[in-house]
């Protein structure tokens, strides 16, 4: 299995970025993608989900209403629209392949067990 992230860069505030993760060799009926985020000196945080079948989405509360996870047309491919960037959204942003997610457990990075690489995302002021 290999998670392929990419899209990150340098954006001013409140501008946007689309990250993109392009999923290969996963094969499991029902799983989750997830974005995760870990800025330095900081623990990893989930930042949003999708879950198959069902298409149902997860965000956190640092990102409701600023950011959308979709999937490709191809459902190998799992985007993050990130819109108004706040210098707080700064980190390095990994895509992940995992269990499907239960309610009492919407987003454990413990849950993922395929990673991509990790893109970084610099927000400035």
């Known amino acids: 299995v290999q998670l392929q992230a990419s899209g990150g860069g340098l954006v001013q505030a409140g501008g946007s970025l689309r990250l993109s993760c392009a999923v290969s060799?996963?094969?499991?009926?029902?799983?989750?993608i997830g974005w995760f985020r870990q800025a330095p000196g900081k623990e990893r945080e989930g930042v949003s989900r999708?879950?198959?079948?069902?298409?149902?989405?997860y965000y956190a509360d640092s990102v409701k209403g600023r950011f959308t996870i979709s999937r490709g047309n191809a459902k190998n491919t799992v985007y993050l629209q990130m819109n108004s960037l706040k210098p707080e959204d700064t980190a390095v942003y990994y895509c992940?392949?995992?269990?499907?997610?239960?309610?009492?457990?919407?987003?454990?990075?413990?849950?993922?067990?395929?990673w991509g690489q990790g893109t970084l995302v610099t927000v400035s002021s």
């Open positions: 060799g996963f094969t499991r009926a029902s799983y989750a």
């Open positions: 999708t879950r198959s079948p069902g298409g149902a989405t």
């Open positions: 992940a392949v995992g269990s499907y997610p239960i309610i009492s457990r919407p987003l454990n990075a413990d849950d993922y067990y395929y």
